[in-house]
């Protein structure tokens, strides 16, 4: 087991709480999340994740003297869904789980949204637990307390806003993750880069391989994503400005996951996310707003460390500009009919951008969608 680092979110009101990073650190989970009270700890997470990880966590929450058992839900972006929903909570009351208990997320983003977002409404709201165990996660999503399922209307309509009590990164976990999955994580690495922070995109890319590979990169990749999200979220919360720049690319992103729907086959997230980060900063040069150059090096880095950045590359394609539009249309960041996207002035310069007009979009689409681009 490696030292690790531990990373501070200090919100306010007795809610701030610690995100510890580092190899190995899954067999002292018992006595960290112990630490915490309560008498039982019901893990939450997927099928190929209990396989490898379930075990081991139960024993070392058993261990330090919780009682605890197991929910087990099929993996992939549908089971963030009613019926699956509805499943964790009658599995979580099956365990007996009370209010002083507590529920672990152990898993990818999908088993964090859908067991904090089950923590948050069972009994009015239980303390959670995030163990990440993808790229994406640990450096993104078991952060900052966002919950919540998808319906067919659209993705993350349902939710709250829940934080964990506690983050435990374990980064020896992602060995054992498919070059896809760490492919789709590391777009939301380089996302941090390109909303606010140049030089960590420097970063990225000379370092990237050394993250893929498992090397002291990983670790440290996880505790800058982790302290730049940390930031955004003390500072907005709720999302009533800033926390909006971490959107960057997610409202092509989103648009493409539904039109895929949510089939992991066809496209996962982090996939969806680096077609976006790339849209996102075409878009802005063909406003003017950003230099063509920055885009090309976003596409082409990306494109380097594997990562799709074409519509064309969705596979079974992802429908007309009209069809891409509709999509984004449910996006939550949609006010009275006007589609508010994260722009960027150039890498680290991302802003939020209300009132864009949708003919523009509209073209723009159109002509990514070229057969000859
Ligand atoms: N709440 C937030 O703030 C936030 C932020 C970003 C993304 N998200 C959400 O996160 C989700 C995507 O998360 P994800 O990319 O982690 O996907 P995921 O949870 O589906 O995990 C990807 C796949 O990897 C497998 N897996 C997980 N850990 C593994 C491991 N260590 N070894 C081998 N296989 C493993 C899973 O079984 C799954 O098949 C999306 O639903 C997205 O909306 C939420």
Known sequence: MSDGQTVHVPLDQGRDYDIHIGRGLLDGAGARVAELGGRAAAIVTDETVSALYGERLRASLEAAGLRSGLVVVAPGEASKSYATYAQVCDGLLAHRIERNDLVVALGGGVVGDLAGFAAATLRRGVRFVQAPTTLLSQVDSSVGGKTGINSPLGKNLIGAFHQPRLVLADTSTLDTLSEREMRAGYAEVAKYGLIADSGFFDWCEAN?????????????????CCRAKAGVVVRDEREDGERALLNLGHTFGHALERLTGYE?????????????????????????????????????????????TRLQAVPGGCGDADAILEAMAQDKKVRDGALTFILARGIGRSFIAPGIDRAEVRAFLEDELRPDR
Do not use: K, M, T
Not at 213 to 220: C, I, N, S, Y
Not at 273 to 294: E, K
Not at 295 to 303: I, K
């Open 208 to 224: 990237w391989a050394g993250i893929y590979a498992g090397g002291p990169e990983r670790d440290e990749a996880v505790a800058i």
């Open 264 to 308: 992991s086959a066809r496209l996962v997230h982090g996939e969806g996310v680096a077609i976006g980060l790339a849209l996102a900063f075409r878009f802005s040069a063909r406003l003017g707003l950003c230099p063509g150059q920055d885009a090309g090096r976003v596409a082409n880095h990306l494109a380097l460390a594997g990562l799709p």
